[in-house]
């Protein structure tokens, strides 16, 4: 079952702009990682967030982490062509003694166009 | 480092066939995880291979199965082929190290596109 929900479903802007995505989560966490994908390739990591940061920074790439409100959101500034593609949250869903389910659980992804 | 790489990349296979995919993790990981991905299901975790042993699985039928090599290297198998299986199949690896404090971050390999006729 999906755990991320990603919102907006998906997102057109122009180049130099700044593109939000946010995520949404059911369950206890580990962490939450961010992956980018290419038009039907494979998944590309970007950022990983623990559930006890606040917010985190790579680059053009700023993620944000709510656990009281279960949420995230991932900033991309100054969009490029080259980020047109599908973003994801995943969820590493934390057990009652606190380690990892051992899998990720992905959301259906918010699928970014950049137009130059 | 090489990255997760799979092979075949593309494969076409007609009803009640079987298949088998390969995936080879990045060195050193001994942890490799299937997941398919379909427009209307979205990516689902299969199973996860650790030191040769099984050690989480998602909810698919028994036609998917996996084994992992001493090498970590890993096979998954499909019984029977559905036209529903057409899908793209993405194996990653990782150290494996699960835990609070470990960041079970998961590196991808490009997939193999698998249509069922």
Same mark, same amino acid.
């Given at each position: 079952?999906?755990?991320?929900?990603?919102?907006?479903?998906?997102?057109?802007?122009?180049?130099?702009?700044?593109? $939000?995505?946010?995520? &949404?989560? +059911?369950? %206890?966490?580990?962490?939450?990682?961010?992956? /980018?994908?290419?038009?039907?390739?494979?998944?590309?990591?970007?950022?990983?967030?623990?559930?006890?940061?606040?917010?985190?920074?790579?680059?053009?790439?700023?993620? $944000?982490?709510?656990? &009281?409100? +279960?949420? %995230?959101?991932?900033?991309?500034?100054?969009? /490029?062509?080259?980020?047109?593609?599908?973003?994801?949250?995943?969820?590493?869903?934390?057990?009652?003694?606190?380690?990892?389910?051992?899998?990720?659980?992905?959301?259906?992804?918010?699928?970014?166009?950049?137009?130059? | 480092?090489?990255?997760?790489?799979?092979?075949?990349?593309?494969?076409?296979?007609?009803?009640?066939?079987?298949?088998?995919?390969?995936?080879?993790?990045?060195?050193?990981?001994?942890?490799?995880?299937?997941?398919?991905?379909?427009?209307?299901?979205?990516?689902?975790?299969?199973?996860?291979?650790?030191?040769?042993?099984?050690?989480?699985?998602?909810?698919?039928?028994?036609?998917?199965?996996?084994?992992?090599?001493?090498?970590?290297?890993?096979?998954?198998?499909?019984?029977?082929?559905?036209?529903?299986?057409?899908?793209?199949?993405?194996?990653?690896?990782?150290?494996?190290?699960?835990?609070?404090?470990?960041?079970?971050?998961?590196?991808?390999?490009?997939?193999?596109?698998?249509?069922?006729?």
């Amino acid at each position: 079952s999906q755990q991320g929900e990603e919102d907006p479903q998906a997102l057109s802007i122009q180049e130099g702009e700044n593109a $939000t995505m946010n995520c &949404s989560y +059911k369950t %206890s966490i580990n962490n939450l990682q961010w992956y /980018r994908q290419n038009s039907g390739r494979g998944l590309v990591h970007l950022i990983l967030i623990r559930s006890n940061e606040r917010e985190k920074h790579s680059g053009r790439l700023r993620v $944000t982490l709510d656990t &009281s409100k +279960k949420s %995230s959101s991932l900033l991309i500034t100054a969009s /490029r062509a080259a980020d047109t593609a599908s973003y994801f949250c995943a969820t590493d869903p934390s057990m009652n003694y606190g380690g990892s389910q051992g899998n990720l659980i992905f959301g259906k992804g918010t699928k970014l166009s950049v137009k130059p | 480092k090489a990255g997760v790489t799979q092979t075949p990349r593309y494969l076409i296979k007609t009803r009640g066939q079987q298949v088998t995919l390969s995936c080879s993790p990045i060195s050193g990981h001994r942890s490799v995880s299937w997941y398919q991905q379909t427009p209307g299901q979205g990516l689902q975790f299969l199973f996860e291979y650790f030191s040769e042993t099984q050690r989480n699985k998602g909810n698919f039928p028994g036609r998917f199965s996996g084994r992992q090599f001493s090498n970590s290297r890993s096979e998954m198998n499909v019984s029977t082929l559905e036209l529903g299986d057409s899908a793209l199949y993405l194996c990653a690896s990782s150290d494996g190290l699960a835990g609070r404090l470990f960041s079970y971050e998961q590196y991808f390999g490009p997939g193999t596109r698998l249509t069922v006729t």
